[in-house]
């Protein structure tokens, strides 16, 4: 059903300007998730997967960048998504860059976004968290908040930035996720060098409490500079990785496109691929690594698991295949791996 009617849809949200097209969908979310309840396209229980002290209803969550403000989870949940990771959030609320800053490239089924940050701040999360929790409607599925710095904060003030989002967001999402790898807020990648890092992730991790703390890192760093970060998170305390964020480069891009932005979507994985393979090998089983990056079919989603991810994420596959890929996914992993003799993917 969800198929069929994104099937109907989709060339027409196709003409719109893509970041209308986004705004339109989300003024859609309340009906989406009734659709998606009806279809029942939840995860087979027996997909749940283990990263790290999380417990994912399956292998496929929903990347951040989607859902700045948190304002659709129920219906993510609905869809099926294994996790459901909000944001990015910086300190302050922050309109981003100016339009156009999100652009379709259909021929690549790609992406290129230069948002920067357009959210309401850590606080108006807060708050629509804080509403779930006292309806009792928490989802079953883990929420983690994406933090960010906020544009206008110089990068030497940047802990106090993320301290700020964390203390408003404390005990309010399952897991946290420090960004320092989006491409669009000027000087924010630089905090991936080893000491900004190590200083960042030494303040965030206590004052994180008991939430877990995730590291979401660049596809664009070299792979000693990867190694060096992913060994910075581990000794700060970190729970696990994510890799990778967009790329600065433009794989695979024929003719003309967008000079700035990041670039999500099928030409990302090769790179995302072999990025995840370093963060793997840096991680040695010591935290468990989310893979993300041009995610688009199961077999994406399987290559991954084997290479040794506890779980994965998706954003861009969403806009060209439909909301209802997530379910699609788990379905074909659900009769492939539960019938086969390899176990579901566990986390170290
Ligand atoms: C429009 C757009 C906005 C994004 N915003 C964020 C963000 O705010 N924070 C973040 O950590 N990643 C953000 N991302 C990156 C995604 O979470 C993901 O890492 C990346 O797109 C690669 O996955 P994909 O190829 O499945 O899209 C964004 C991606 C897109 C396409």
Redesign the pocket.
Same mark, same amino acid.
């Given at each position: 059903m969800i198929d069929f009617l994104y099937r109907v849809v989709r060339p027409l949200l196709f003409r719109l300007d893509p970041e209308e097209a986004h705004e339109l969908t989300f003024s859609t979310l309340p009906m989406a998730r009734w659709l998606a309840e009806l279809s029942q396209l939840r995860p087979d229980p027996r997909l749940a997967c283990k990263v790290g002290p999380l417990t994912f209803a399956g292998p496929v969550g929903l990347?951040?960048?989607?859902d700045?403000n948190g304002v659709g989870i129920r219906t993510w949940e609905a869809l099926g998504f294994g996790a459901i990771?909000v944001?990015?959030v910086t300190g302050l609320a922050q309109t981003g860059n100016p339009r156009p800053r999100?652009f379709r490239l259909k021929e690549e089924r790609?992406?290129i976004?230069r948002?920067g940050?357009n959210?309401e701040g850590a606080i108006a999360l807060a708050a629509t968290l804080g509403r779930l929790k006292a309806q009792g409607v928490w989802p079953t599925v883990p929420v983690g908040a994406?933090l %960010?710095k906020s544009k206008v904060v110089a990068n030497e003030d940047a802990v106090d930035d993320y301290l700020n989002s964390l203390r408003a967001l404390k005990d309010k999402a399952d897991y946290f996720?420090i960004?320092v790898?989006?491409p669009n807020t000027p000087g924010l990648r630089a905090l991936q060098e080893r000491e900004p890092l190590q200083r960042l992730l030494h303040a965030a991790i206590p004052a994180a409490g008991l939430t877990p703390v995730f590291l979401?890192l660049a596809p664009d760093l070299e792979d000693d500079a990867l190694h060096e970060a992913v060994n910075v998170a581990v000794d700060a305390g970190c729970a696990g990785i994510?890799a990778?964020?967009?790329t600065l480069s433009r794989p695979g891009a024929t003719g003309r496109v967008e000079q700035y932005g990041?670039l999500?979507?099928?030409p990302?994985?090769p790179l995302?691929r072999q990025k995840i393979a370093v963060v793997l090998e840096a991680a040695a089983q010591r935290v468990p690594v989310i893979g993300?990056? %041009?995610?688009?079919c199961a077999d994406d989603v399987r290559a991954l698991l084997k290479m040794g991810c506890a779980a994965t994420?998706?954003?861009?596959?969403l806009?060209y295949e439909g909301p209802g890929l997530i379910a699609r996914i788990h379905r074909e992993l659900a009769t492939t791996m539960l019938t086969t003799d390899a176990p579901p993917p566990a986390s170290p």
């Open positions: 990347a951040a960048g989607l700045k990771e944001g990015t999100l790609a992406l976004n948002m940050f959210n994406n %960010g996720v960004n790898s989006s979401k994510i990778t964020n967009t990041g999500s979507g099928e990302l994985q995302a993300v990056g %041009g995610i688009h994420q998706v954003y861009t596959a806009i």
